[in-house]
């Protein structure tokens, strides 16, 4: 929804900073003048603060939950030594990236994120075109984000299952029904509960924390230790590539998983206190814990493994499931272990759901997907995007069809997250560098990179990229119809429908976001 003069004229005072008062809806002084500036009307109840924001991103990164979970990719492809130093590699990247995209929240705190950013940053002649291509792939990304997560969760499920019932065989349908369960557990909380949600990741944060630290001690104490020289030094090419190096470069995914989704916070904006602030603040932290957290986990997990192949080949279907059991000697002890990671891999879904729906819910407000009245749609007294929250659960519901018929054809669509949400860091952070490298001007912000910003913003691209190419590889040089990384074709496609999507209608209905951006009197 744009705001037209009428609004403009009662809301004015608030939001150049003339009035000071913090408001429960709409926040405080600061953040009604973005508002203002940026032409929006605040729809959302602005219920969080930084604690909560920052509960909310360090759950939906679970970045040591998930460096477990997709240990295998890594183990396969670099091994031990691989892994480990591959994931700090990725740490670091997404430290310089998340720093980037911080300041871009900072100047433009608005749940569109990346689009709007390249609606505002990019070259004016281009700007509407690249920022409805990327107000896709955010979509794209983080839509398909809902359904993998939902799936690791239901397939974690079944793990534990096993785990408890050698007997069990898992079937297809199983994990499929699991996952609907999860996405809709998940809707429950961001519809019902959903004024509760602070509260609730803040509480969950608490878990996420006291849950690393019981499962690292464990570890320690009861499992045999591997060689340091051999976990730190010791590459493999298990993939069958020819090179430890390029394997190693494969296995780089097992790092970039856990690290993703850092611009979660932004989507929430606009239900967030002194979002100019508190976004940085919470987009730079959140890296750094769960980096540390997730780096820390890894080296405990190598030196824990003991038989790799045993490890890689459990019948759970999760690596750290076999380590738990074969470091307690204990079904009910690995259990418990697992139960937490489990939970978080659960609950990271829950605010993947709050992030995609958001994400959705701006796109719509820019009249820039069909039917976007409906997605964009609040109703009084739900204070959320109800449409775009029921949207989600059913393409997470649809997506985990496919598991029936091919797991593999699910991993590809649900890989898409990465390259999708990649795509939009790339060419957002590219435009940052355009705007410096031609001494364009810079929004003012509460987070400034300073003269430190183009190198920041280029070290960032040169990352950013590297990755998204190795993001399209398969696991081996020679793979199989079902081993192949279908990525690249469903990336293209989905590319190919947008853009005959705007050429037909697109064009004519969407303005971008820079289009409804006031300037304030200073």
Known sequence: MVVDDKEVSEVNDAAIGLNDDVDEKKGNAADRADMYRMGKVQEMRRNFRFLSIFGFSMILMASWEFSLSVSTIGLVNGGTAGLIWMFFVCWMGFLLVNTTMAEMASMAPTTGGQYHWVSEFAPPQYQKFISYLMGWMCVLGWQT???????????????????????????????????????????????????????????????????????????????????????????????????????????????????????????????????????????????????????????????CIGDLSEVIESPTGYPFMQVFYNSTKSTSSATAMSVFIVAMTVFSNLTMVATASRQLFAFARDHAVPFSPWFSKIKIGWDVPLNAILTTFLISSLLSLINIGSAVALNSITSLATTSLLSSYIVSTGCMIWRRWTKSPLLPSKFSLGRWGLTINIASEAFLVVIFVLAFMPGNPNPTAAQMNWNIVIYGGVTIFSLAYYFFRGTHRYHGPVAYVRVLQQ
């Open 145 to 303: 984000s809902c359904a993998s997560s939902a799936f690791i969760a239901g397939t974690q499920i079944q793990g534990l299952i096993v785990l408890n019932s050698p007997d069990y065989v898992p079937k297809p349908w199983h994990g499929t029904l699991l996952t609907v369960a999860v996405a809709a557990f998940s809707v429950l909380f961001n519809t019902v509960l959903a004024r509760k949600l602070p509260l609730i990741d803040a509480l969950i944060l608490v878990i996420h924390i006291f849950a690393f630290f019981g499962i690292l001690v464990t570890l320690w104490v009861l499992s045999p230790t591997a060689d340091a020289k051999a976990v730190f030094t010791e590459f493999s090419d298990g993939g069958g590539w020819g090179s430890v190096g390029g394997s190693t470069l494969v296995g780089i995914l097992a790092g970039v998983l856990p690290l993703l989704g850092a611009d979660a916070a932004v989507h929430m904006s606009e239900e967030l206190r002194d979002a100019g602030r508190a976004l940085p603040r919470s987009m730079i932290t959140t890296t750094i814990f769960n980096g540390a957290f997730g780096w820390i986990m890894v080296i405990t997990f190598c030196f």
